[in-house]
Structures are given as structure tokens and as C-alpha cells.
């Protein structure tokens, strides 16, 4: 199965000036995610907040945004299993952008070495997902919809809901017709006039 992978490198005590600023904290951080930060001592929390943010911005490059691109980190949010393994749950725009990329699900490891914190996130595409991955952005399929006729834009966004390969293949096929026969007809009217 296709994949996409973000890694992050963040080094405890780098975010300790935005840590102080409550704007900061509730842009990037879910109340969850503070709520455990406030449980733990002072230099435990600093790590803490930093392996997050790690591992946010590392899940913010499989989405393809950044911090400051639409998505929010605290859509983002790493709870720990009772393993202690880190989980992502996505909400809002950041699943929105998951979806639309045909993502599954979201993986992440967070490791700490003294001072330093990487974070890797892994995204797993579906089947639809992967091969949408490999167009090119003129053949996404969410692009031609908004170009096409209506009928062959209905049927582009079916066939992307039910993640069928061969429907959707059909459909950006139907669609690049459609668009096609509207510029020539639109250049056949310029000619006339």
C-alpha cells in the first residue's frame, strides 16, 4: 500500500518563548493535550509540548500544509495508548485535507534524546488514494470538477466518494472531454464574432 511520510527534529527549550504565550498554545494544542501538559513538572511538560509539536508538524507535511496553511495544529491531536504509543486523531480541516488525498489513517513515533525530539508520521493511502497520489495535479480529480460540466463533475465526485480506480480514471477522462468541447465551442463562437 502507498504511503506518505513527514519527519520533524525539534529540540527541547526552542519553543519555550511561544510556550509562555497563550495564543500560541491554543493554536497549536488541544485542550487534551494541555490538559496533560499542566499534570506534568516544568522541564517534563517543555518535553512534552515539544514531542507534539514535533510530531504535529511532522503530520502537517504528509497533509502537504503548513503550520500557517490552513490547517490548524491543534486539529492535529497525539494522545498516548496505554502502551504509551502515541495516536493521532484528526479533526476539521486536517481531516478534510486527509480525505481529499485519499488518507486512512496517520501514524506517528516520537522519540527523545536528550534535548532532541523527532517525530515521524506516516500516512497510509488507499487504493483511490494512492493512485490519485501518482497524477499529476491537472489530472486531480477535485480540479476537474470544478471545470467541467455538471453532469461529468457528478460523476467525478462519485466515483472519488466510492473510491472506485476505474470510475474515477473514466470520470477525469469524461471530464477533460467536457472541458475540451467547452473551450472549442467557446473558441468556434470567438471566431464568428
Not at 526552542?14 to 501538559?37: H, I, N, Q
Not at 499534570?39 to 497533509?63: D, N, Y
Not at 534524546?113 to 491537472?138: F, T
Request: charged share 25%.
Amino acid at each position: 500500500m502507498a504511503m506518505r511520510v513527514g519527519v520533524d527534529l525539534a529540540r527541547v527549550g526552542e519553543l519555550d518563548r511561544l510556550l509562555r504565550r497563550a495564543w500560541f498554545r491554543r493554536y497549536v494544542y488541544s485542550a487534551a493535550e494541555l490538559s496533560k501538559s499542566e499534570a506534568l513538572s516544568g522541564p517534563r511538560a517543555a518535553e512534552f509540548l515539544t514531542g507534539r509539536f514535533a510530531a504535529k508538524e511532522a503530520v502537517l507535511k504528509v497533509l502537504g500544509t503548513g503550520i500557517l496553511d490552513g490547517v490548524a495544529p491543534r486539529e492535529i491531536e497525539v494522545h498516548a495508548e496505554e502502551s504509551g504509543a502515541p495516536v493521532t486523531q484528526l479533526a476539521g480541516a486536517a481531516l478534510a485535507v486527509a480525505r481529499r488525498l485519499g488518507i486512512v489513517s496517520v501514524t506517528v513515533s516520537i522519540a527523545h534524546k536528550q534535548a532532541d525530539v523527532v517525530a515521524v508520521a506516516v500516512g497510509q493511502l488507499s487504493q483511490v488514494g494512492a493512485e490519485l497520489d501518482a497524477l499529476s495535479p491537472l489530472d486531480d480529480p477535485l480540479l476537474w470538477a470544478a471545470r467541467c460540466s455538471l453532469d461529468a463533475a457528478t460523476l467525478l465526485l462519485q466515483a472519488y466518494a466510492n473510491e472506485d480506480r476505474e470510475t474515477v480514471l473514466e470520470a477525469v477522462a469524461a471530464a477533460r472531454a467536457s472541458v475540451s468541447a467547452a473551450s472549442g465551442a467557446a473558441s468556434r463562437t470567438g471566431d464568428k464574432a
